[in-house]
């Protein structure tokens, strides 16, 4: 990660916050994609596409053939033969629009041995989680405080069941849901990805995407909480695609990072064969999914800037290649925060462990706050919007302000909108599932479209249960 910031570990970041205005567009210039085009040669895949839109002026390829031949292939060795594979598929013409967009998520796993591969992989990541599950509360131990959060959680989860139970039924049975796609080798190395609907798809131009990522107090993270916000972006015609990473005690943020990094790489490279376009890429973390995707983004960015190879930067992908980046409820400085998060139960013996490098804490080096202050890459990184309630309790507003400070005092775009009356998960959860306008949704869509934008959803759940979830919620 990112080692300018020590430059200013000494001192809070003092820089005043200025007002910023919408932020811009920016078209940034995009790295070829390898697969289809050597180095040098960026305009092979525009050709490859543009043949194909010649030939079928009213059809978009990338989702279901995709689906279909690369969901459960992840050696190496196959990778350009699958690739070659879905571009003859593409320009051969032998299948309808019905064919390229009709498969369902169920139809995708279809196969010669997908059922007894998937019956192997379901039980190996059920086993897997369990065994977490026992780590973590050998580390936690039986505290009150997670005992008591844990009766919350459960309180919380039980009010919000009638919409839970909807988000439940659309993750395993809509066909705009492709589950568990791998992009990389290490555990729990795999993506959900939601497509918009039909009459998105027969636009011939790409569509925007979103790399997503949840947040969970660096434990109980999980790629399928990202499905409410999944559901409605792709609804308004934006690809989602939803990292899952290790958690602690199967990793380290040092591990959670390589994840990061990997997925976003795999999306930058492959997302063109699923319909998305490759120069409107963006990232959007929540909680301490924001604090990942943040230091990620650093340190790629003083990677270049420095030319050469940082902790935590590995795999490498250029920061050019995201068009903007959005913090939602995000944790950006571990270190002056380690104190107040012991009190709410993230105890700081486990807390060290988390923020640790090579087996020591390493909380300023791992706060993007702390990171970016006295660095001079500011301007290498794309504009930034931070999303933030007033009455977040987990993760203080005061830590969003700091951040954004920094990042205005490095060059930096950015722009701090907080709620006002809003919690660390009333954007999130409570919000949209009561309905009406959800402002989370509008705001990173007005980033994404730079323009505003403002919607009207149906309620998920009685109005009269999520305010009593939001009276027990132990966030």
């Not at 309808?96 to 997908?114: H, I, M, V």
Request: charged letters at 20%; proline letters at 6%.
């Amino acid at each position: 990660m990112p080692q300018n910031g020590f430059l200013g570990a000494d001192h809070s970041p003092t820089t005043p916050l200025l007002p910023k205005g919408d932020l811009p567009a920016v078209a940034v210039p995009r790295i070829a994609r390898e697969s289809i085009s050597q180095p040098g040669t960026p305009t092979e895949r525009d050709r490859v596409l543009n043949e194909h839109r010649q030939l079928h002026p009213q059809s978009s390829f990338q989702y279901s053939i995709s689906r279909r031949l690369s969901i459960l292939e992840t050696d190496d060795d196959l990778e350009a033969a699958r690739e070659q594979r879905i571009l003859d598929h593409d320009l051969s013409g032998k299948l309808t629009d019905e064919e390229l967009f009709g498969l369902g998520s169920s139809q995708a796993w279809k196969g010669k041995g997908t059922g007894w591969k998937n019956a192997q992989h379901v039980a190996a990541e059920t086993f897997a989680v369990l065994r977490m599950a026992g780590d973590l509360w050998s580390y936690l131990g039986l505290g009150w405080r997670w005992f008591y959060k844990l009766i919350q959680l459960v309180i919380y989860a039980g009010l919000l069941m009638p919409g839970f139970i909807q988000m439940v039924v659309f993750y395993f049975g809509s066909a705009r849901v492709i589950r568990s796609i791998p992009y990389g080798k290490q555990p729990r190395n795999r993506l959900d990805m939601y497509v918009p609907k039909h009459h998105w798809r027969q636009d011939n131009g790409l569509r925007p995407v979103v790399i997503y990522v949840t947040g969970g107090a660096w434990t109980i993270g999980y790629k399928a909480w990202g499905a409410l916000l999944g559901r409605r972006l792709s609804k308004q015609g934006v690809i989602v695609c939803c990292l899952d990473y290790r958690n602690f005690p199967q990793g380290t943020v040092m591990d959670m990072l390589q994840d990061i990094n990997t997925g976003v790489s795999w999306v930058l490279q492959k997302i063109v064969h699923y319909g998305g376009n490759p120069d409107a890429v963006y990232l959007v973390g929540q909680s301490c999914g924001a604090q990942l995707t943040t230091l990620s983004i650093l340190t790629q960015a003083e990677q270049e800037a420095r030319h050469a190879k940082l902790p935590g930067g590995d795999p490498r992908w250029s920061p050019k290649g995201i068009k903007g980046l959005v913090g939602v409820s995000g944790v950006y400085n571990c270190h002056d925060l380690a104190d107040h998060l012991h009190g709410r139960g993230l105890y700081r013996s486990l807390f060290n462990r988390i923020m640790s490098k090579d087996g020591r804490p390493e909380l300023k080096l791992l706060s993007p706050t702390y990171c970016v202050m006295g660095s001079t890459y500011g301007e290498q990184l794309p504009p930034m919007l931070l999303l933030h309630g007033n009455q977040d309790v987990c993760a203080p507003v005061s830590n969003a302000t700091q951040f954004a400070e920094a990042l205005e005092g490095a060059g930096a775009e950015v722009k701090l909108k907080l709620y006002d009356g809003q919690t660390h998960t009333s954007p999130l959860i409570e919000n949209p599932m009561r309905g009406g306008q959800d402002q989370l949704m509008d705001d990173i869509l007005s980033f994404v479209q730079n323009r505003p934008v403002s919607t009207r959803q149906i309620p998920l759940c009685p109005g009269f249960l999520i305010s009593a979830a939001a009276m027990i919620c132990p966030f």
